[in-house]
T-cell receptor, first 115, second 112 residues
């Protein structure tokens, strides 16, 4: 199956700092990438959908100025958590899809802890 | 009513048992159905992907889709302790920009 990588796998930062998470599709071109967050023992919550070269579409309740998404190429999307606070601590997972008729493949996730 | 309903469990079975995991959905526009397995602190891993009613088999796993009843199932034969994980059903309306809609996930524990 297709491979999606995420970096870093784990990050600890101080409150008020910004954190960037990278998501890469390694062996296919991802026309669409998705960002999810997941709290312990809960399901995946879609944060935003991004198409290469266009602005991301955010789900209701997700602050676009706080969670900056850039999908600069067909293999790379980044999520920047700006001015992170302890309540932003979560497991962030990206996924990528090659085309409308294709399924989504997930990255291994990034665990963010804001102190 | 949520678009996708899935019993969160937990479901505990002995090694070797047959496991049945199920989801129901309300949106008849869903056309593609997937099952993902997620181990603790890991990203979801795609197990099965189907788009038509009927059964699809892959090793010990069988995915079943009944579009008339809006019901999908995943069967695991000869379950192993390594199958202990959370299983998420997911489905999608195949249009540009749409994302998978997930069930809440069922936590499975297989004891040896």
């Amino acid at each position: 199956g297709a491979v999606v990588s995420q970096h870093p796998s784990r990050v600890i930062c101080k409150s008020g700092t910004s954190v960037k998470i990278e998501c890469r599709s390694l062996d296919f071109q991802a026309t669409t990438m998705f960002w999810y967050r997941q709290f312990p023992k809960q399901s995946l919550m879609l944060m935003a959908t991004s198409n290469e070269g266009s602005k991301a579409t955010y789900e209701q309740g997700v602050e676009k100025d706080k969670f900056l998404i850039n999908h600069a190429s067909l293999t790379l999307s980044t999520l920047t958590v700006t001015s992170a606070h302890p309540e932003d601590s979560s497991f962030y997972i990206c996924s990528a899809r090659e085309g409308v008729m294709e399924t989504q493949y997930f990255g291994p996730g990034t665990r963010l802890l804001v102190l | 009513q949520k678009e996708v309903e899935q019993d969160p469990g937990p479901l505990s079975v002995p090694e070797g048992a047959i496991v049945s995991l199920n989801c129901t959905y309300s949106n008849s526009a869903f056309q593609y159905f997937m099952w993902y397995r997620q181990y603790s602190r890991k990203g979801p891993e795609l197990l099965m992907y189907t788009y038509s009613s009927g059964n699809k088999e892959d090793g010990r796993f069988t995915a079943q889709v009944d579009k008339s009843s809006k019901y999908i199932s995943l069967f695991i034969r000869d379950s192993q302790p390594s199958d202990s994980a959370t299983y998420l059903c997911a489905m999608i309306v195949p249009q540009a920009g749409t994302a998978l809609i997930f069930g809440k996930g069922t936590t499975l524990s297989v004891s040896s």
